[in-house]
């Protein structure tokens, strides 16, 4: 095992490490604006509630509430955004967790390309130092 293999087993989890970090950093993206159009998409029904004089929080009966269909038409386009935003968030997630469990088998490859070598190292030296024994331990 040489040095560069070892060097390359780290850098490969390097490499992994940062698909890793752009993955979270894009999960966080996608879940601030999820966040946003749920908390916007919130305001308009709370809203449109409110113009009607009809408490939001009491659970009336969308059937009783007179102008439904406007909502539904003003708020159709949103909440279809909304959901949209919210599959791409959990693609999102499962490309981090799938990252994410990709790390310890990274780890794995460093700590065996570094035993690999250190044996090798091992053995050079113990047959320097004892060269009639033809290198063994």
């Not at 981090?96 to 030296?125: D, K, P, Q, W």
Request: aromatic content about 8%.
């Amino acid at each position: 095992m040489s040095e560069s293999q070892v060097s390359a087993a780290i850098h490969d989890f390097a490499s992994s490490l940062h698909q890793l970090w752009e993955k979270q950093s894009e999960e966080q993206q996608q879940r601030v604006q999820a966040d946003y159009l749920s908390r916007a998409y919130e305001r308009r029904v709370r809203s449109f509630y409110e113009e009607r004089g009809i408490n939001y929080s009491n659970g009336t009966a969308a059937s009783e509430v007179a102008g439904l269909d406007e909502l539904e038409k003003n708020l159709g386009f949103m909440k279809k955004r909304l959901e949209k935003q919210r599959i791409i968030h959990v693609q999102a997630v499962k490309e981090v967790n799938a990252a994410s469990s990709s790390l310890r088998s990274g780890m794995m490859s460093i700590f065996e390309a570094l035993e690999s070598f250190c044996l090798e190292r091992l053995e050079g030296y113990q047959q320097m130092r004892n060269p009639n024994k033809g290198g063994k331990v």
